[in-house]
C-alpha cells in the first residue's frame, strides 16, 4: 500500500505540472501578459475546470458518485439526494466562477466594462467546456502520439516551453531555422499537421485577448535529418537522435533570447525579458542598462524558475552586447 501511495503521488505531481503548463499556455493566449499577483486566478480557472468534470462525472456515473462520497471524509453521512442536489447546483454555477476567474486574470487597466464585463464572465460556460475537452482529452493524445512516434525511430523529446509575441510567430521561425542552420542543423520549413492548430481555434472561437494575435494562421515544423523541431506559440517540442536533439536545444535557447518570444510568462518577468533583448541587439558596452536590470532583479518578486532564467538572459544579453 505503501508504494502504491507513493506511485500515486508521484504521477498525481506528474499531471499536476503537465495541467498546469497547458493552462499557463491557454492563458497566456486569452490574456497575454498577467501580472504575478493575478496568477493565482489562472489555477483557479484549471482547478474549477477538474472539478466541474468530476461532478458531471458523479453525476452521470452511479458508482464513481459513491465512490466520491464513501472516500470523502463527512461527506458519506449525507444525504444522497442532498448531495445531488448540491452536485446540480455546483455543476451550474461554477462554470460562471471560471467566467469570473478569467475575466479579472487580465490587469484592471485591461479588463472590459458594463454589459461585456458580464458576457465575459457568462463566457466561462464555453470556456470550460473547451478546457475539459483541451486538457483531458486532445493535448493528451497529441502528447501520447508524438512520444510513440519519437519512440519509434529511438528518438526523444525536449521541450522549451515560451509564450511567442504578438503577430511575431514567422519571425521567431525565420530566427530559429538561421540559426539551426548556422549550427550545421540542415533543417527545412514544413507544414505541421492541420489538427495541431485546433487548441488556439477552440480557444478563439470562445475567448477575447490575445487569441488571434498569437494564434498564427498556420503552424510549421522545422525538419532535417535526425531532427524535428516543432514551433508552437507557447513551446518549441524537439525531437531527434542525442546529438541533434541536444545540439539544437542548445542553439534555440540561445537564439530566442533575442527572437519574437518570451521565456516567462507573467507582466513583469515579461517587461525584464524585453529591455534584455534591447541591450543584446545593442552594439557596445551596456553598463548603465545592464546596472538598473541587476538594481531591478534584486527586488523582482518572481517565481524562482523566472527569476532563473531572466539571471540567464542577462548574462547572455551582456555577452551578445560585448560581441556586437
Not at 83 to 105: D, F, Q, S
Request: charged residues 20%; neutral net charge.
Amino acid at each position: 500500500m505503501t508504494i502504491f501511495i507513493s506511485l500515486a503521488g508521484i504521477l498525481a505531481r506528474m499531471v499536476g505540472d503537465v495541467l498546469t503548463s497547458t493552462l499557463g499556455w491557454a492563458s497566456s493566449l486569452m490574456f497575454g501578459r498577467v501580472p504575478r499577483s493575478h496568477q493565482v486566478l489562472v489555477s483557479l480557472m484549471l482547478a474549477g475546470t477538474l472539478v466541474w468534470v468530476l461532478l458531471i462525472a458523479g453525476v452521470l456515473l452511479p458508482g464513481l458518485g459513491a465512490f466520491f462520497r464513501t472516500s470523502t471524509p463527512g461527506v458519506s453521512a449525507l444525504d444522497v439526494s442532498i448531495l445531488r442536489l448540491a452536485y446540480l447546483i455546483a455543476i451550474v454555477l461554477l462554470p460562471a466562477g471560471i467566467g469570473l476567474a478569467a475575466y479579472l486574470a487580465p490587469s484592471r487597466s485591461e479588463r472590459a466594462t458594463g454589459f461585456a464585463a458580464v458576457g465575459q464572465v457568462l463566457r466561462g460556460y464555453p470556456l470550460a467546456l473547451v478546457l475539459a475537452v483541451l486538457l483531458l482529452v486532445f493535448l493528451p493524445a497529441v502528447g501520447i502520439d508524438r512520444k510513440v512516434r519519437s519512440l519509434r525511430r529511438g528518438w526523444s523529446d525536449m521541450h522549451v516551453p515560451i509564450v511567442v509575441k504578438p503577430g511575431g510567430y514567422d519571425t521567431m521561425v525565420e530566427d530559429l531555422r538561421s540559426a539551426l542552420v548556422a549550427a550545421d542543423l540542415e533543417v527545412a520549413v514544413h507544414e505541421a499537421p492541420r489538427v495541431l492548430s485546433i487548441p488556439g481555434r477552440l480557444l478563439a472561437l470562445v475567448a477575447d485577448g490575445n487569441v488571434r494575435n498569437l494564434s498564427p494562421d498556420r503552424l510549421v515544423e522545422l525538419n532535417g535529418p535526425g531532427l524535428e523541431v516543432g514551433v508552437y506559440p507557447s513551446d518549441i517540442a524537439i525531437s531527434g537522435a542525442e546529438h541533434e536533439r541536444t545540439r539544437a536545444r542548445a542553439v534555440i535557447v540561445s537564439r530566442l533570447a533575442t527572437s519574437s518570444a518570451h521565456f516567462t510568462t507573467s507582466a513583469e518577468s515579461q517587461a525584464v525579458e524585453d529591455r534584455l533583448g534591447e541591450v543584446a541587439r545593442r552594439a557596445g558596452r551596456a553598463d548603465g542598462e545592464l546596472e538598473a536590470i541587476d538594481g531591478l532583479l534584486l527586488d523582482l518578486d518572481v517565481a524562482p524558475e523566472d527569476w532563473d532564467i531572466l539571471y540567464r538572459l542577462r548574462l547572455q544579453a551582456e555577452r551578445d552586447a560585448l560581441r556586437g
